[in-house]
Structure formats: structure tokens, C-alpha cells
Nanobody, 128 residues
Framework: QVELVESGGGLVQAGGSLRLSCETS????????MGWFRQTPGKEREFVAA?????????????VYADFAKGRFTISRDNAKSTVYLQLNSLKPEDTAVYFC????????????????WGQGTQVTVSS
């Protein structure tokens, strides 16, 4: 019943930027914490960033970032559009991965085990 649709991925040169979108419902954004994860073939899925639900913090939201994302990536949400964004700046080849949006009912967490629903993912490829 929770739908998450990612978009915005693509091919970009090192140093470039992309903005990923995760479109969901008003109900989901209101009640679920939202996270971004990424996965490269042969590697485990890793946490990127998360933002709190609207009921916890209606404004800009509380946020959590992986160390590699701090200073380069920004998670945000547009309450009116029921959309979560992940702004990717200063991209590096090692950022190449499929990026997934996920929803957690109870926790603002960096652990994928805490997330209840997942999107299909969007591919980000960074060339050198």
C-alpha cells in the first residue's frame, strides 16, 4: 500500500550533479521516515541519507547522513508534492550505484532492516 517511485538518475561526469526524486503519497510522507540507500553489483546495500516523517518534524525535517555523503549530498522533502529529494553534488565515480528510496514506519535509521517499503531504484553512473 506504500508506493515509492524514484527518478532522476542518469549518466554524469565526475564533479557533476544530479537530483533524485522519490514520489510517494501524502500519507506516507506524513507517517514514515524516508531514506536513501545505494547498491553496486557485488557490494552490500549501503545507507546514504534519511529524513524524518512530517508528524515528527513538519518543517525541514531531521536528517541523518552517511559519512561519505556529508557536504556533498542533501536530503530534503516537499510536503506539498509528497516527494523526497536527494541532491547529489560533486559526484565521484565511486558514487555509481542504483539508488533506492525506502520508508520506515518507526525509525529514522541508517539500517536497511528498519525500512518497511522500497522503491525500484534509479541508476546513477558517474564517469571519470
Amino acid at each position: 500500500q506504500v508506493e515509492l517511485v524514484e527518478s532522476g538518475g542518469g549518466l554524469v561526469q565526475a564533479g557533476g550533479s544530479l537530483r533524485l526524486s522519490c514520489e510517494t503519497s501524502e500519507r506516507t510522507l506524513r507517517n514514515y521516515h524516508m531514506g536513501w540507500f545505494r547498491q553496486t553489483p557485488g557490494k552490500e546495500r549501503e545507507f546514504v541519507a534519511a529524513i524524518s516523517s512530517i508528524v515528527v518534524d513538519w518543517s525541514s525535517g531531521r536528517t541523518v547522513y552517511a559519512d561519505f555523503a556529508k557536504g556533498r549530498f542533501t536530503i530534503s522533502r516537499d510536503n506539498a508534492k509528497s516527494t523526497v529529494y536527494l541532491q547529489l553534488n560533486s559526484l565521484k565515480p565511486e558514487d555509481t550505484a542504483v539508488y533506492f528510496c525506502a520508508a520506515s514506519q518507526n525509525n529514522l535509521s541508517g539500517s536497511d532492516a528498519e525500512y518497511d517499503y522500497w522503491g525500484q531504484g534509479t541508476q546513477v553512473t558517474v564517469s571519470s
